[in-house]
């Protein structure tokens, strides 16, 4: 055999590790009450290629464009054959084929079994790995589905690992009345991931493409996904920004290693404020938590939270079949060591399957039990009611109106003071203008209106306001919102215009100006190359910078704000102006009138 392809086959095998005696384990623990089917699907993410189109030649390969995606699917079942009772070997058959869809022969599954065989070289330890791939596991190859609304759990497994890594815990979940949904943990182009954050956006890509599968088949809005290692990283990330899982679980995650969290914590995927899913972590180091931070929960708001710590130092025990097989391959362990971890797992998994049960089925399931293997910390804490997605609310106010809206903002600000900051005005903006479009004039006056408190005093909210009320026939109000408008922007031509043809006299803005210019005049500093500066010439007063094509004109409207004295759009601006305590100018900002945005302080030089 080539030995670059006995390498790979052992690699991956070896990695998975598939088993020793399911009972081991499962006497300890209660499976559900249906049968448990386990198919296997192939697929492809055309959405994201894998292999190389074109060879170093530029000839096109014959390799398939997308990215390959053997879709592992544990699920209650009809009673079937015995004879169709899945065995250890079938599991590890199934791995030579998750790269490339052909390798499917009997021989090809053979290969990847023998790989592992031949991977303990000790006689009898073979024969002993033999005599558990050939018994039987819970699931029934290819058994009839039953139909029903059942939840859908997605596993990632961890770093370059087959989808079968933590097949007890999918064979368990399912036998309760859950869909389980697995694929190979692989690199972005080739087999092997990198140890590095992209392929954990590539995992996490995997989830959302498994979910999307799993949606095209099962109808359940309920969602939940556990993943161990690396795949209780990745999961985090899937989950954090796909709002619809409602319970998400890290087995020993890297999550909680502080060599990722080094890296992952300075990155734009560490957003534990925004996470709202219901979450669970379960790891080690009972006696040393610092060794594996929980930070990420701990920050987490929006969500019920909850820590389970063994005392347990081993990594590898959190996957099922490299436990089994390391209760097989370690001759150091006596048999009472080697139970109690088989019960650390079994106890384990009923945890995993109580808190699925509390999220996605509302059984009220998920509480502290008296440990029957390894002494455990066990911490829960309920979440707040998460706010509003700040993009939701122009949808929601269309579907259910501003009322309904606005009682959640009123509740939400009690415990989260600036939620209103989250809000962009411009959202309520655009919705104001549907609910006028289809002839809902109040409600998008009171859209305004809380856009008002989002961005208050802003001229354009005011101004709008103003033509709203007109439409409604109330000139009083409409007048009220111009002038506001025009506090803001007294240059806002619309509402001047507006004013005129309700008969209302508009100050002209030039009869209002300060007079000492002094302690303005000088350079702004922007950055080490940027700079702007306030300057008189010919008795006008000019901004410029030299970065800009020509200065602009200036009127010194007030004290702390100066009006661009420009008709184009592109200068639609104002210069605010910040002093100390002493009352001198240090600094200036730049306001755009079109967003209402301020930018960063330039420091007077």
């Known amino acids: 055999m080539n030995k670059k392809i006995y390498f790979n086959i052992i690699t991956i095998v070896l990695i998975t590790l598939n088993a020793h005696s399911q009972s081991n384990i499962t006497n300890h623990l209660t499976f559900g009450e249906f049968s448990v089917g386990y198919k296997v699907f192939h697929t492809y993410d055309n959405s994201r290629s894998f292999f190389q189109k074109y060879d170093y030649y530029g000839n096109r390969t014959e390799y398939p464009i997308g990215r390959p995606m053997q879709v592992s699917i544990w699920y209650p079942s009809k009673l079937g054959n015995k004879s169709n009772n899945l065995q250890y070997k079938d599991y ?62 997605l596993y990632a497994p961890p770093m370059n690992t087959s989808a079968i890594d933590n097949s007890i815990i999918c064979e368990y979940l399912a036998s309760k009345g859950y869909v ?70 890290s087995l ?31 790891g080690k180091n009972l006696k040393s938590p610092d060794q594996n931070p929980a930070t990420f929960l701990e920050n987490v708001k929006y969500a019920d939270k909850a820590l389970i710590r063994y005392d347990i130092e081993n990594h590898n025990y959190f996957s099922g079949l490299f436990l089994l097989y390391e209760m097989v391959n370690n001759e150091t362990l006596t048999e009472d060591e080697k139970e109690t971890h088989y019960k650390f797992y079994a106890e384990m998994t009923n ?18 039990y008296e440990p029957i293997s390894h002494d455990f910390s066990f911490q829960f804490k309920k979440g707040k009611r998460a706010p509003l997605d700040p993009n939701s609310i122009g949808q929601l106010i269309i579907e259910k109106g501003v ?47 809380l856009a008002d408190r989002v961005m208050p005093n802003f001229y354009t909210i005011h101004r709008e306001l103003g033509n709203l009320y007109l439409e409604n026939s109330n000139s009083n109000l409409a007048a009220k919102h111009y002038q506001k408008a025009l506090a803001d922007n007294p240059r806002d031509v619309e509402s001047s215009k507006a004013l005129k043809q309700l008969n209302i006299k508009i100050p002209d803005y030039h009869n209002t ?25 010919d008795g006008k007063l000019y901004l410029e910078s030299n970065y800009w094509v020509e200065p602009l004109l200036l009127w010194p409207y007030k004290a702390n704000v100066f009006l661009v004295e420009s008709d184009n759009p592109r200068d639609n601006m104002q210069i605010l102006f ?3 305590t002493d009352e001198k100018v240090v600094s200036m900002s730049i306001r755009g009138l079109n967003s209402g945005r301020v930018n960063a302080p330039n420091i007077k030089k």
């Open 92 to 153: 590890v058959g199934f791995t030579s084929s998750e790269i490339d869809f052909e390798k499917t022969s009997i021989e090809d599954k053979d290969t990847s079994i023998n790989a592992l065989v031949n991977s303990l070289n000790n006689k009898t330890k073979q024969d002993q790995l033999k005599k558990i791939l050939n018994s039987n596991t819970h699931a029934l190859l290819d058994a009839d589905e039953i139909t029903g609304d059942f939840p859908i759990i």
């Open 180 to 249: 389980v949904l697995s694929v190979m943990a692989k690199g972005e182009f080739s087999q092997l991931q990198q140890r590095n954050l992209n392929a954990v956006k590539v995992q996490a890509e995997d989830l959302a493409f498994l979910l999307q599968y799993a949606k095209r088949k099962y109808p359940s809005n309920k969602i939940g996904v556990f993943g161990f290692s690396l795949g209780g990283l990745s999961n985090i990330v899937f989950a954090s920004k796909n709002k619809a899982v409602d319970a998400t679980i």
């Open 252 to 282: 020993d995650g890297s999550i909680m290693s502080q060599g990722w969290l080094s890296d992952f914590t300075k990155s734009e995927l560490y957003n534990p404020e925004r996470f709202t899913s219901n979450l669970l972590f379960i």
């Open 351 to 368: 945890y995993i399957g109580l808190f699925f049960d509390h999220y996605l089925k509302n059984k009220n399931s998920f509480k502290e």
């Open 403 to 449: 009322d309904y809206v606005e009682t959640i903002i009123d509740s939400t600000l009690t415990y989260e003071e600036d939620y209103l900051n989250t809000v962009d005005w411009r959202s309520l903006f655009q919705t104001a203008s549907t609910l006028r479009n289809n002839n809902q004039v109040n409600e998008a006056i009171k859209t305004l209106l």
């Open 513 to 537: 100006r300060i007079q000492d210019l002094q302690p303005y005049l000088g350079k702004y500093i922007v950055d080490s190359e940027r700079y702007r500066e306030v300057y008189l010439k």
């Open 578 to 580: 910040q002093f100390n």
